[in-house]
C-alpha cells in the first residue's frame, strides 16, 4: 500500500476558531475514503489545506509525497470538486467539458458525454440559468470525467434528486472499478455512500474522532433487542453507544461482540442487529461529545 495523502500534526486557525487541531492521518492509494462529521467540523477546510488552496497554520501535508502549495507537479493530479465552484459569467457546460483537457490530462470526453445523457443536462445553457441539481451535475462529471489520480467530492450533490445521486454513485463505482484512483469524499448522506466507502475519516470540531475502514467499523458494534432486565444483564460492563426502549423492552447498541458474545446473547433469548453506518457514525459523534464535556467539567472543577 502506498500513502498518497499524509497529514501530521496539522492545525488550521482562522482567527479565534480553530477549523481543524493537530490531526494526523493518511490516505492509501486506489481507495474511497468518506471524509465525514457534523456541520462545521471541519471537513471542507481539510480539503482546501490537502489541495493546496489554503495554507496551514501548523503541520505537514505531503500528496503524492510533496507539499501541494503551489506544486504544479501535485496539483495536475487533483481534480476538486466542490459546492461553491465559481464559472465565467458566460460559460455554459460545454464550455467547462471542453476546456476540461487542459486542466486533466486523463479527460475522458466520452465518459463525459454518456454522463451529461445520464444527467440530462442542457450543455447549451448559461451555467447561470441552471437548476441547483444540474449545477451540481456540471460539477460531478468534471469530477468523474478528470478521473484524475486523486479526486475530491466536497458535499457533491446539492440539489441532486435521488435518481441522480445513484447515477453518481453507480458511475464513480464502475469507472472507479476499470480506472482505480484515490477518491475522497464528503456528505452527510453517510447510508446512501456506506457502499461506497472503503475507509471513513470522522471529523468533529477539528479534531479525527475516528479513522477505520468500513467493514471493520459495521462489525464494531451491534444492537442488542429484547426484555429490559434480559438486555440490561447483557450490556452491563460493556462500552453502550445508545439506549433505547419502550415499556419492558430496551434496545442497546454495544460494541465490540465477538462470537462467544453472539452465542450467548442468543442464548439469553436476546436479538442482535448490525448497525448502519450512519447510526454508529452519529452515536460515536455524540459519544465524543459528552466524553468532551464530561473532560471539560471535570477540568473545570478542577481549576
Ligand atoms: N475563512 C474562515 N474564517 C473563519 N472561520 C472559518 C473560515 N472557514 C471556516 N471557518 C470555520 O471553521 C470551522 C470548520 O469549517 P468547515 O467549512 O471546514 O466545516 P465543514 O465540516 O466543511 O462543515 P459543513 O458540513 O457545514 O460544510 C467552522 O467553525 C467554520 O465556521
Not at 490537502?50 to 496551514?56: E, V
Not at 445521486?165 to 447510508?191: A, C, K, M, N
Not at 464494531?220 to 445508545?242: H, I, K, M, Q, Y
Not at 450512519?278 to 459523534?285: E, H, M, N
Amino acid at each position: 500500500m502506498t500513502a498518497i495523502v499524509q497529514v501530521q500534526g496539522l492545525t488550521k486557525r482562522f482567527g479565534s476558531v480553530t477549523a481543524v487541531d493537530d490531526v494526523s492521518f493518511e490516505i492509501q492509494e486506489n481507495t474511497i475514503t468518506g471524509l465525514l462529521g457534523r456541520n462545521g467540523a471541519g471537513k471542507t477546510t481539510v480539503m482546501n489545506l490537502l489541495t493546496g488552496q489554503d495554507f496551514a497554520t501548523r503541520g505537514d501535508i505531503r500528496v503524492f509525497g510533496a507539499s501541494p502549495v503551489e506544486n504544479p507537479q501535485v496539483l495536475q493530479n487533483l481534480s476538486f470538486i466542490k459546492e461553491s465552484q465559481k464559472y465565467p459569467d458566460d460559460f455554459r457546460p460545454k464550455h467547462v467539458f471542453a476546456s476540461a483537457p487542459w486542466f486533466f490530462p486523463n479527460w475522458d470526453a466520452e465518459l463525459a458525454a454518456r454522463l451529461v445523457d445520464d444527467f440530462r443536462l442542457p450543455v447549451d445553457r448559461r451555467i447561470k440559468k441552471l437548476s441547483r441539481g444540474q449545477l451540481s451535475s456540471v460539477g460531478v462529471i468534471v469530477g468523474l470525467a478528470s478521473r484524475a489520480p486523486l479526486t475530491f467530492f466536497d458535499e457533491p450533490y446539492l440539489g441532486l434528486d435521488a435518481v441522480a445521486r445513484q447515477i453518481f454513485y453507480d458511475r464513480l463505482l464502475e469507472d472507479y472499478g476499470e480506472h482505480p484512483r484515490t477518491v475522497i469524499l464528503s456528505t452527510h448522506l453517510i447510508d446512501e455512500v456506506s457502499n461506497l466507502l472503503e475507509n471513513v475519516l470522522v471529523i468533529d470540531q477539528g479534531r479525527i474522532i475516528m479513522d477505520q475502514d468500513t467493514e471493520s467499523l459495521r462489525g464494531s458494534a451491534a444492537t442488542v433487542v429484547g426484555t429490559r432486565a434480559a438486555v440490561d444483564a447483557f450490556v452491563e460492563g460493556r462500552e453502550v453507544l445508545a439506549r433505547d426502549g419502550i415499556g419492558g423492552l430496551a434496545s442497546v447498541t454495544v460494541t465490540r461482540l465477538d462470537d462467544r458474545d453472539r452465542a450467548a446473547a442468543a442464548s439469553a433469548g436476546l436479538e442482535l442487529s448490525p448497525v448502519s453506518l450512519q447510526q454508529l457514525i452519529v452515536q460515536r459523534t455524540r459519544a465524543q461529545i459528552t466524553t468532551d464535556d464530561f473532560t471539560d467539567q471535570l477540568e473545570e472543577k478542577s481549576a
